[in-house]
């Protein structure tokens, strides 16, 4: 399954190839042209000679992760992160470096340490990784300084439509994009495939400039606390009801028109859909939204519980339609001459 | 100084992404005077009175703090994501006014709500998650047969004029009236001037960030508000700017450190014309300076401000004086060539 | 059920204790080695309206390892599930230095109240799924080798003995609950009634944070612990067994009490002479917990050296001397 391999291979913030990789074997026979920009950016043409609107969709292919910053005299790996909550790090599992070799995130044992010391939420600078080198020395054969460890997390199904993987965020808007690659779509459209989101919206700060579109949809994984106790109100997104559109966030708003014009798509094609309600966050778009005079920007994403941890899961459900609906709306984009047809 | 335009500027209502009202306004008001004009796709307004001589833009922004509803609960409450650097304590219990969105009939009239906050035992822990509006609905029925999901207010507030000072919750669009009044009565210019009117300052400067793309300046001067630093605070005393003491001169803020050579060519502008300024360095504030500067591999960009104080609250207040200089070194700067600055 | 092949008796006891027996000859004494099977877990107390899963833990347990953990609820049927953790948006910066207490966690196993309902039960166990990884060096490193490896262990030693004519009474013992108040091993040493008993259960190994002084460690062989739960003279023939066999071990110096079977089984019934191995395990009482499988294979041959050295012999003066 195309979202399993996505989830499984490793591409952390600057280390994306591994990605890059399934998505370009994936799509090449189904795209006019694909490059890869300076930022590592993939970006990919169906039907570059089409006439009409063109819109392009916008995916990031990295995960938040761990990097190396080095390895102390028993041979531990010290770790930094950026954008994990360190709380989430004791006594998990992670693949080092491009050659996975298998690593623990150790911890203190329980009868040794006291109930305040417990109370007290784990800090990255406290934890290490442990290969079973017992040497500085035996694990620098094998790691060094700078690589990434990235969260082992296996792709599986489970309760009612429910699938548990890491880095759903945002290998599912990888998906969907694939998706619409291969499939026989006669518009033009344009792929782009993001680095970089994680540490800062950076691929996409290359890649925006490159892209010119008449409007841009931007697919991501978001935020979705529907669980234990949450008041309706924080739940953001709930599980089930479909893709989530995009109302603002910190650096994008998304208009008023095409949220309309997403919604109208959705009810006349049947397909559910919700609002993301928050305006936190901020996504890819910021870029697409701002760059060369700007750019009308779509955001749909599929609800993620525990996003940014290797137990992410979302509802498959929501995952197919957003696919369903992306399909839906760019026909009806086009059909409408970029909603300039709208009745 | 027409303090009835300032008025009117000021009273409207133009959440960010919904700044309709001020966009016709200003595209009334130049319509006659500009050469040019366009909205751009964010719905920033770009005006141009041309001239010989090199682009120099003037950039403003339409927009102010807002809400956006982004849930309506059984009950007829609305929960909301804010637009700008606003606080816990400076939005509850603030008045807010609805856009009228969905458009229709019923809805013309002005709806009103209230920003109130969820009871919290321990006060210390109440914030921004804990706040709704209450607009005095009593189903999710009722309440969205008048307001949508993604539906955009801004903080309700008379706009006061006396004679000496403005409170009003749109007083960032005093930026915005010195440009529309300099584009207005200036003569030729000997620059090829942009009045550009941003959309969405509150979203990261998104408009501005936009605009200056299309427009690319050869210089760029904001006209924005500058936090007053003479209010009752001691911490802050140390830095420069006070109400009343004239336009101030952007030397930095947060965002930007000005061009020397536009900080020397306003304030020599200044000084020529005798017009009262201060200078302006600024710690935890941004402007739409900040994106331009760095746009286009490099804008040489200068600042005017207006200061004010209760910048991010719902009742910000500027004296009159301060606007009315700022206005005098707009015109004297817009018919100043641009020339050799860098 | 290992134990049968290697010419054991299997049965279990009515604590639920598994207890192998490898008679010897008529008149000699009896020998047991225990290690405890069980692990620590989670129980369900609560399936809320949502359909997540509210949990105590049995067993001591640090809540900081369980976040973010993939588990299974052995219901029904086994169901699999996260413990997942509520999203920024709604973690203040204060509580964003606190630990998550078990309190404000829950299981999702991906189904509503009425889904769920049907396939899990209040009192239901849930432990963490974790598949057994292998580290450099032979070490391994999952979930329960604390005190699985002890077990591995005790059949390490079963198996070099399986031709071994032993004269005394051989009892290998995988014990119940001990994570719950060491209580299993209590009922099996009265049912044996061993003359002597070896423990292998896990020992603090070293780790970043443990300095060396108050751990032993990986690789280093088994560590032959010497306290007061532990009879001296057993100590002694554990050591110079080691010593006579080139066993590599280390001593692991326990003054107060070991919080293992021994502890227990040392004054079960009239009492009991107790030695204990420790061996040596990194990040106990979590799902990453390492070992080294020499250590293992090392603690078996002990055992079963230990076990060829005492034959023949008058157990009681072997106490004595």
Known sequence: MLLKRLTESAGLPGFESGVRGVIMAEIKAHVDSMRVDRMGNLIAVKNERASGPHIALSAHMDEVGLAVKGIDSDGYLRVASWGVDPRILPAKTVLVGKNKIPGVIGFKPWRLTSEAERDKAAKTEDLSIDIGAFTKEEAAELVSPGDYAAFDSEFMEFGAHKIKAKALDDRVGCAVIIGILQSNMPYKISAVFNTQEEVGLRGSSASANQIFADLVINLEGTICADTSGVPEHLRVTTQGMGPAISLSDRTSVYFKKYREAILKTARDNGIPCQFRQTGMGGTDSANFHAAHGGAPVIGLAVPCRYIHSPVSVMDKRDFENTGALTAKFIEYFNQTGGLGRES | ?342 | MEFAKYRCDVSADRFGNVIACKKGKQGGGKLMFAAHMDEIGLMVSQIDEQGFLKFSPIGGCDQRTLLSQEVIVHGRRDVFGVIGLKPPHLTSDEEQKKSVSIADMAIDIGFSQEEAEPLVRVGDIVTVRRKTIELRNDLLSGKSLDDKAGVAALLECAKNLVDYENTHDLYFAATAQKEAGIRGARAAAFNVNPDICVVVDAGFAKMPGLDAFSAIELGKGPAIAVGPNIRYAIFEVLKETAEKNEIMFQIDPIPGMSYTDAMFIQIAGRGVATGLISLPLKYMHTSVETVSMKDVTRAGTLLSCFTRSLNSRDLEMVLCS
């Open chain 2, 1 to 342: 100084m027409n303090l009835e335009l300032l008025q009117k500027i000021c009273g409207l209502a133009a959440p960010s992404s919904g700044e309709g009202a001020v966009r016709d306004c200003v595209i009334d008001l130049l319509k006659d005077v500009a050469d040019e004009i366009k909205v751009d796709p964010l719905g920033s307004v770009i005006a141009r009175k041309k001239g010989a001589g090199p682009k120099v833009m003037f950039a403003c922004h339409m927009d102010q703090p807002s809400f956006m509803i982004n849930f309506i609960d059984k009950d007829g409450f609305l929960r909301f994501s804010h637009m700008g650097k606003l606080a816990f304590e400076q939005i509850r219990g603030q008045r807010v006014v609805f856009q009228n969105d969905p458009p229709g009939e019923s809805l013309r009239s002005v709806m009103t709500g209230v920003i109130a906050c969820e009871k919290i035992r321990d006060k210390q822990q109440a914030s921004m998650i804990h706040l709704y509006m209450d607009a005095g609905f009593r189903s999710r029925e009722e309440a969205e047969k008048h307001i949508a999901i993604g539906g955009l207010c801004v903080f309700a507030g008379e706009t006061v004029i006396d004679g000496r000072k403005i409170i009003s919750p749109g007083l960032g669009r005093a930026g915005a009236f010195v440009l529309a009044e300099t584009a207005k009565a200036m003569q030729s210019s000997p620059n090829d001037m942009y009045f550009v009117f941003n959309a969405q300052r509150e979203v990261d400067f998104a408009g501005a960030k936009a605009s200056v793309w299309t427009v690319s300046p050869d210089y760029a001067v904001c006209f924005d508000l500058a936090p007053s630093h003479d209010i009752p605070s001691p911490e802050i005393q140390q830095l420069p700017v006070r109400a009343g003491n004239g336009a101030a001169i952007k030397i930095k803020d947060s965002s930007v450190i000005c061009h020397p050579g536009l900080i020397h060519f306003i304030e020599d502008t200044a000084k020529e014309n005798g017009v009262r300024v201060q200078f302006e360095i600024s710690e935890s504030f941004q402007s739409g300076a900040g994106p331009v500067h760095t746009a286009n591999g490099g804008v040489p960009a200068g600042g005017v401000s207006i200061p004010a104080r209760g910048i991010d609250s719902a009742h910000p207040i500027a004296l009159l004086s301060d606007i009315e200089e700022s206005l005098r070194l707009a015109l004297h700067l817009a018919q100043k060539p641009f020339e050799n600055l860098v």
